[in-house]
């Protein structure tokens, strides 16, 4: 069965610096999705970013960036410049390429300093 | 286009009962999944409709129930509620069924049992 894994419960950051919040996965299937996931207080999860497993480029929206390690299992976020609004949870999650069922880790939450 | 909608956004009820919560997904998207969100267990898939047919089932016991009708609006339904089931309920809709497309998710519905 396919796992995900965030070792990271909490993390904090000064505004405007960067942060890399961590997150590995197992599964045995070649083709699958990876997903970061922003859940602020008002509780709606929100995409931040995605990454095709077959896609050897590291996916970057903006001040997010990936780093996905396929063999390695690993898949973690980068954020840069961070900002006031980007504090919330953020959850990893992973997707076979069959169906929608998200497999999803505990989450991290990040609190962003003034 | 309008979000993922979901009604009520608020529900208390008593160990015993019966709810159904409700969900209409972005304009056009034929998929929809729901996802329980507890502090203890943290985000477990549901199920998930496609076309009015529940493609792919979760680890919930039979109390769970779902459907989704001709214009992809989708309810689910618990019954004999338990004080366990207290969660926030999250839907999510897509285009189509699995391959690359993206999940939305609507803002949840927050479930009180007492």
């Known amino acids: 069965a396919q796992t995900v894994t965030q070792s990271q419960p909490e993390m904090s950051v000064q505004e405007a610096e960067t942060v890399t919040l961590s997150c590995t996965y197992d599964t045995s299937e070649s083709d699958y999705y990876l997903f970061w996931y922003k859940q602020p207080p008002s509780r709606q999860m929100i995409l931040v970013i995605r990454?095709?497993?077959?896609k050897q480029q590291n996916a970057t929206e903006n001040r997010f960036s990936v780093n996905f390690q396929k063999a390695a299992k690993s898949f973690s976020l980068k954020i840069s410049d961070s900002q006031l609004g980007d504090a919330a949870m953020y959850f990893c999650?992973?997707?076979?390429?069959?169906?929608?069922?998200?497999?999803w880790g505990a989450g991290t939450k990040l609190i962003i300093k003034p | 286009k309008a979000g993922v909608t979901q009604t009520p956004r608020y529900l208390i009820k008593t160990r015993g009962q019966q709810v159904t919560l409700s969900c209409s997904p972005i304009s056009g998207h034929r998929s929809v999944s729901w996802y329980q969100q507890t502090p203890g267990q943290g985000l477990q898939f549901l199920f998930e409709y496609f076309s009015e047919t529940q493609r792919n089932k979760g680890n919930f016991p039979g109390r769970f129930s779902g459907r989704q009708f001709s214009n992809s609006r989708s309810e689910m339904n618990v019954s004999t509620l338990e004080l366990g089931d207290s969660a926030l309920y999250l839907c999510?809709?897509?285009?189509?069924?699995?391959?690359?497309?993206?999940?939305?998710f609507g803002p949840g519905t927050r479930l009180l049992v007492l």
């Open positions: 999510a809709s897509s285009p189509q069924l699995g391959g690359a497309e993206t999940q939305y």
């Open positions: 990454q095709e497993a077959y």
């Open positions: 999650a992973y997707r076979r390429d069959s169906n929608y069922q998200l497999i």
